[in-house]
């Protein structure tokens, strides 16, 4: 059983900062690539930053510069720094792992149970 167990998230005024983590746990051979996605109410869940095994990060074009994804191999964790905080970051922030439990499955997605990020004006 894997399971991904998220912290971080609460209320921020516009400007502040605020870090998510991560953190893959159980019966995991391997860990591939790690993203942040989030929902905002009313719209469709979008990828926000992504972070492949060696390192190589993507953002969508609206948080470049303010957020910055990062992960630790060996805590299996991955981490979502988010600074200059906008009303239009709230959301429910989900992290998702590509994951083989064992050297012979393929690689799954999991996901975890998402931290609400709320951003006051």
């Known amino acids: 059983q894997v399971q991904l167990v998220e912290s971080g998230g609460g209320l921020v005024q516009a400007g502040g900062s605020l870090r998510l983590s991560c953190a893959a746990a159980?019966?995991?051979?391997?860990?591939?690539?790690m993203a942040w996605y989030r929902r905002a109410l009313g719209k469709e869940r979008e990828l926000v930053a992504e972070?492949?095994?060696?390192?190589?990060?993507n953002y969508t074009d609206s948080v470049k510069g303010r957020f910055t994804i990062s992960r630790d191999n060996a805590k299996k964790s991955v981490y979502l720094q988010m600074n200059s905080l906008k009303p239009e970051d709230t959301a429910v922030y989900y992290c998702?792992?590509?994951?083989?439990?064992?050297?012979?499955?393929?690689?799954?997605?999991?996901w975890g149970q998402g931290t609400q990020v709320s951003v006051s004006s």
């Open positions: 998702q792992a590509s994951i083989k439990v064992t050297r012979f499955l393929r690689y799954r997605d999991y």
């Open positions: 159980g019966n995991i051979f391997s860990i591939n690539g």
């Open positions: 972070i492949n095994s060696s390192g190589t990060t």
